[in-house]
């Protein structure tokens, strides 16, 4: 190899290339080929734990860092039961398959870092088309059986846990003691399409994207999410066309079953029977100013969490790789939201510590079964 890598005699650049591929070249040749697998069981708890990067890049080394994505080794246990995947996580059109704590590696392994198949094979030895199907099939998998988790949860989210929610949200210094959380829109920037690029161009970010709308309550879990829709659709259609306004009608009321109980949302919301929004106009007074102010510092929570799911979830973000013609960029980001409730449950990261107010247990949040067609999504 080293005699290869001597006789190169081109450009500084093109030496490095050529020498780095002789390197990879003889690496695979060594080991038959393709990339040695690496057994899941061999690495400790500090491995799936640490994050290895350098200048925003996975350095890569045959660790599972972006793999566990800060889920301990217990915690992916608990999660494959918690989350009722079934033991083997198989192919319907080939006869791959896979137990169901490395199919939930493999899931959380694409969605933490944009990279290229080719790299992940090379760092853990998954081939690339096993991975890919792998984590299609479980992604879906877990849409499917929790996916009425982010419509709305009757069964959990009842009247009496809905008012504690706006009691927690008194307590920290909103005017009123009805507001039991937050909605807002987000935006998720993807490839320019090949065709039909009007249709999810923004104008307003001058970007071709995704929109999703959610509800978050002081826990820090989003009891609502809705999309993808097109980018460049209004909050307020967005709203209208989630069928979210309906449920509202229906679930949020005080115990009593006659105070109605409110979502706050900023000034691109409309008032309605359940839907606070704040003061507008040229001039308010010292009053409704104060008041916008206190809402404020509240309804920034929800701004936090779409940070949380793109935080953890990193993938999401690089705009080149979420092709809507080509992968299921909608399905990765609403599995990735069910992932962070998950996050948010284990951990109690910034939202729950901010209202104070502690997150469902994993087995009271991941409950109940799909198929109700009213509040199927």
Not at 153 to 170: H, Q
Not at 239 to 257: A, M
């Amino acid at each position: 190899m080293l005699r290869k890598v001597l006789t190169l005699q081109h450009s500084t650049y093109t030496f490095i290339t050529q020498a780095l591929g002789v390197v990879e070249e003889d690496g695979l040749k060594e080991r038959g080929g393709r990339c040695e697998r690496i057994d899941l069981n061999d690495l400790g708890d500090n491995v799936w734990l640490k994050q290895f990067r350098y200048g925003g890049i996975c350095i890569p080394t045959p660790t599972l860092s972006s793999v566990s994505n800060r889920f301990t080794r217990s915690e992916v246990h608990r999660l494959v039961v918690v989350l009722d995947l079934p033991e083997r996580i198989k192919c319907p059109i080939s006869r791959i398959s896979e137990d169901r704590v490395t199919a939930l590696c493999m899931l959380l392994r694409r969605l933490a870092h944009p990279s290229r198949l080719i790299d992940i094979e090379m760092q853990f030895g998954w081939e690339r088309t096993r991975f890919s199907r792998i984590t299609n099939i479980t992604a879906t998998a877990l849409w499917q059986r929790w996916k009425h988790l982010l419509r709305f949860d009757p069964n959990r989210l009842t009247r009496e846990k809905l008012a504690e929610f706006a009691r927690v949200n008194r307590d920290f210094g909103c005017p009123l003691d009805l507001v039991v959380g937050f909605i807002d829109g987000t935006l998720q920037e993807v490839a320019r399409p090949v065709a039909n690029q009007r249709l999810i161009y923004n104008g307003w970010k001058r970007m071709h994207c995704l929109k999703y709308h959610a509800v978050v309550t002081p826990d820090g879990i989003i009891i609502h999410l809705y999309g993808p829709v097109e980018g460049r659709r209004h909050d307020q259609t967005v709203f209208k066309e989630s069928g979210l306004q309906d449920i509202l009608k229906k679930y949020f009321w005080c115990p009593d079953g006659e105070t109605k109980l409110y979502l706050y949302g900023d000034s691109g919301y409309t008032l309605g029977d359940h839907i606070l929004c704040p003061h507008k106009g040229p001039t308010l007074s010292q009053q409704e100013k104060a008041w916008n102010y206190k809402m404020s510092r509240a309804r920034e929570a929800v701004e936090w969490i779409f940070k949380e799911v793109t935080t953890h979830f990193q993938s999401l973000n690089f705009a080149d790789n979420q092709k809507v013609l080509l992968t299921p960029c909608g399905l990765h980001y609403l599995v990735a939201a069910l992932l962070c409730n998950a996050h948010t449950i284990l951990h109690q990261p910034q939202i729950p510590q901010y209202f104070q107010c502690n997150p469902p247990t994993l087995s009271e949040y991941f409950n109940g079964e799909p198929g109700n067609e009213e509040l199927g999504g």
